[in-house]
Every structure is written in C-alpha cells, then in structure tokens.
Nanobody, 121 residues
Framework: QVQLVESGGGLVQPGDSLTLSCAAS????????MGWFRQAPGKEREFVAS????????YYKDSVKGRFTISRDNAKNTGYLRMNSLKPEDTAVYYC??????????????WGQGTQVTVSS
C-alpha cells in the first residue's frame, strides 16, 4: 500500500507559477511510477504528466508541455509538479497517483485526495 498526500494548491493569477507536492508513505515510493491528473468542474479527470520510477522517462499532456515539469525525489518520498505560466483553463483539482507501471491513462492503483488549483484574475 502507498498513501499519497498532495499539497501546494491555491489561488493564483494568470501567468503565475505554483509547485504541487505529493508526499508518499507506506511502501517504498522509489518502486513506483508517478502521475499527475486533474479534474475541472463538470469535466472528466484527465492526464497531466507522469514520470518513471527512476525519472528517466516522462510524459506530458500537450497543452502543458513547456509550462509544467514533473519531477521526484525518491530519497524524500516526494513527487512534484512545477507549473509555470498558469492559465485559467488550468483550474482544477489536481491528483497525484502511483503504480508499478508508467502510463498516461487512469489505471494507477494509488491516488491522493487532491489539491485545488484556481487560476483567476
């Protein structure tokens, strides 16, 4: 079992930056791939970014490429999502997830409770 807790969300203005954190506990975080997903009101949860257990491979949703960066620190059992140049359409609840397998789909086994990101002027 892996428990995930997101933090770092908040209210920011368009163009601002924000870094989300995902703290893992339980089984060794280093053995799992990690993903970030988001869900806006009235919309389905969607893939944002994912990273392999060793940080060698990462994937991004097209609309966040060049603005968002996923990373992890296995020694701290923590994953991150650095978000730059935020736009109102980035407003959503952001979830981190973990699984043995790296993917861009929702098939992750472990999920956090989510953290709200609101981008508004």
């Amino acid at each position: 079992q892996v428990q995930l807790v997101e933090s770092g969300g908040g209210l920011v203005q368009p163009g601002d930056s924000l870094t989300l954190s995902c703290a893992a506990s339980g089984r060794s975080f280093s053995g799992y791939a990690m993903g970030w997903f988001r869900q806006a009101p009235g919309k389905e949860r969607e893939f944002v970014a994912s990273i392999s257990w060793n940080s060698i491979v990462s994937y991004y949703k097209d609309s966040v490429k060049g603005r968002f960066t996923i990373s992890r620190d296995n020694a701290k059992n923590t994953g991150y999502l650095r978000m730059n140049s935020l736009k109102p359409e980035d407003t959503a609840v952001y979830y981190c997830a973990a699984d043995f397998y790296l993917s861009q789909g929702p098939e992750y086994t472990y999920w956090g409770q989510g953290t709200q990101v609101t981008v508004s002027s």
